[in-house]
């Protein structure tokens, strides 16, 4: 089991063998865990890459092409197995460490002062100018120049297409980062979209809702 910085395999086979299991385990609870899907297809398609290389560079009749696009395919996939780690696995709350030890990712054994929970509200806004999309841009209302407060791990997006008063937001999901990029359907072009956010800490709970609804048509 995995126990410390390098808890990723050196050997090229283990490792894909490694990493293609902690992502059936991821996919199978990643909704549970609160994990973006779309986070999760991204690294999926790069173990597939990688896979597809490391079967023509282990091949016989292999060339030096081959060794290295295995090697480049490697590189890339490592690079984002560890930020992925460390972003959605390392800290999420709904993981429990017997989780952590059977996907083989580091149990830290230190136990520091919990994050309190997020008392600013954030504010945010919307490029519209893309067709089709939405790039949501959240910052701290109360901390000029500031992404994101203190204690905070990223922010929850929550969502209502149309000017219903009576209509009901539903959850998007959640970024780490200071942006969130939606698509939509060229049938919803035309349509109003409401979004409300709010900080996370790194136990998941929430703080208050930004103050007022961020407003934008689909173009």
Not at 105 to 134: C, E, L, W, Y
Not at 188 to 214: A, F, H, K
Request: no cysteine; proline share 7%.
């Amino acid at each position: 089991m995995a126990s410390g910085s390098d808890y990723i395999p050196s050997n090229d086979g283990k490792f894909l063998a490694w990493v293609e299991f902690l992502f059936t385990y991821v996919q199978s609870h990643g909704g549970t865990w609160q994990i973006p899907p779309t986070e999760v297809s991204r690294i999926v398609l790069l173990i597939a890459n990688y896979k597809a290389a490391y079967k023509k560079a282990e091949a016989p009749n292999h060339g030096t092409g081959d060794t290295q696009a295995k090697n480049e395919a490697r590189k890339t996939l490592e690079k984002e197995v560890r930020n992925f780690v460390k972003e959605y696995l390392a800290n999420n709350h709904f993981i429990s460490n017997e989780d952590r030890k059977d996907m083989g990712i580091p149990v830290h054994d230190d136990k520091p002062s919990p994050a309190p929970i997020p008392t600013d509200m954030p504010a945010g806004k919307v490029d519209f100018s893309r067709h089709r999309q939405h790039v949501l841009h959240v910052k701290a209302g109360s901390l000029t120049g500031k992404s994101k407060p203190p204690h905070v791990h990223g922010f929850e997006v929550w969502r209502k297409i149309g000017t219903d008063p009576e209509g009901k937001f539903e959850y998007v999901g959640f970024s780490s980062r200071s942006t969130f990029l939606m698509d939509y359907d060229e049938k919803l072009v035309g349509q109003t979209v409401s979004y409300r956010v709010r900080w996370m800490n790194s136990r998941n709970q929430p703080g208050p809702w930004n103050e007022d609804d961020i407003n934008a048509v689909i173009a």
